[in-house]
């Protein structure tokens, strides 16, 4: 490599070479000649000086521990920060069985194979999850199927379809962020995802950010399905289709919203009454439920983040999250009036009305 001709070519240098700084205890000391010429006012003459530092540098990078042949008799050690937005690290941070390599030749020691999510749940709550999880036999062979990358064990069949999502902390098993919740505990979890006697839709969107087990979906269905406080507060009425241009002008937006919401709480506080539960926690819920139009709850959109409920939840979702939710408003406001429309058909008022 040639000394650098000219100042933009010597910060070009000089640049590249600061990737490695962390790893060149000595660079600063010796590419000091070469960063007076930098300075403002400075002449670019290149002396003698500067090409013993100019090699210098050049020496360091390329010597180890910076640069050396790969050496396969000796072990090495990938070491990866597997958060779960780094999508190598995550993917590298895996142990995967490499039938094209043989034992021994090529030993891969992952510092990190293992996630550990933090979920935002009481120390007596946390307890009873690993208590569980680690006395059921399915999910502690699905803990071994992640360790060695034998997915061949009929226990563990329901979970091979989601493999590549699942992660371990040696006890509990997550999927993404979502704790698997062990056999003992899902009728008590599948109680706690609809303490706000939502919908299947949307008992199943909180599900998605908190818990999963294979058949979830079906589970929720059908929980729903029969509960005999829902079904005691279905609407009968058939719904008249709704004009965006109509209701804007006769209402203003604001007074829609305030209806609904109060329509909805007044919903729920009577379903809670009638099943004997506790209020204040299906309003909780009902907060942390991401509507289908947005996909963010009423808490994030007034708080910026979600809340802490009785459900296990990654702590990484309740962090704050600032969202451009004007955009997602309007987006919302149009799906809503596509959706409210489908299958609705006019009344005889309203045929009237529209006259
Ligand atoms: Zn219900």
Redesign the pocket.
């Known amino acids: 490599m040639p000394a650098p001709g000219d100042l933009t070519h010597l910060r070009g240098f000089l640049c590249t070479v600061n990737f490695l700084a962390r790893y060149l205890p000595k660079l600063a000391t010796v590419s000091e000649p070469l960063r007076q010429l930098l300075k403002k006012n400075v002449p670019y003459v290149w002396s003698d000086a500067h090409e013993k530092s100019f090699n210098a540098v050049k020496e360091l990078v390329t010597r180890a521990p910076i640069l050396r042949y790969y050496d396969p008799r000796i072990d090495v050690v990938l070491q990866c920060d597997a958060r779960r937005e780094l999508w190598i690290a995550d993917t590298l941070s895996r142990q995967l069985p490499c039938p094209t390599v043989k034992p021994g030749a090529f030993a891969i020691n992952l510092a990190e194979h293992e996630l550990a999510i933090d979920l935002a749940v009481t120390a007596e709550c946390l307890q009873e999850y690993r208590t569980t999880s680690s006395q059921d036999s399915e999910l502690q062979a699905v803990v071994v199927a992640i360790r060695s990358g034998d997915w061949s064990m009929p226990a563990v069949a329901e979970y091979t379809p989601v493999k590549s999502e699942l992660s371990t902390d040696g006890v509990l098993v997550f999927k993404g962020a979502r704790l698997v919740v062990p056999r003992t505990l899902r009728s008590r979890v599948l109680q706690q995802l609809?303490a706000a006697?939502?919908g299947i839709e949307a008992t199943r969107r909180r599900a998605r950010e908190s818990v999963f087990w294979p058949g979830l979906n079906g589970h929720i269905k059908d929980?729903?399905s029969r509960?005999?406080?829902?079904?005691a507060?279905q609407p009968s009425q058939a719904r008249n289709p709704c004009c965006l241009m109509k209701s804007q002008l006769s209402h203003g937006p604001s007074n829609g919203k305030a209806e609904n919401a109060v329509h909805t709480i007044k919903k729920l506080l009577s379903?809670s009454e009638m099943?004997n539960t506790d209020p204040l926690l299906a309003i909780l819920e009902w907060r942390n439920t991401p509507s289908e139009a947005t996909g963010t709850s009423p808490a994030q959109k007034l708080f910026g983040r979600r809340c802490r409920t009785p459900l296990p939840v990654s702590t990484g979702l309740l962090m704050p999250v600032v969202e451009d939710t004007k955009a997602m408003v309007q987006k919302a406001k149009e799906k809503q009036v596509q959706y409210y429309n489908r299958g609705t058909k006019l009344l005889p008022d309203s045929r009237k009305d529209n006259q």
């Open positions: 609809h006697h939502m929980m729903v509960c005999s406080t829902c079904a507060v379903k099943s």
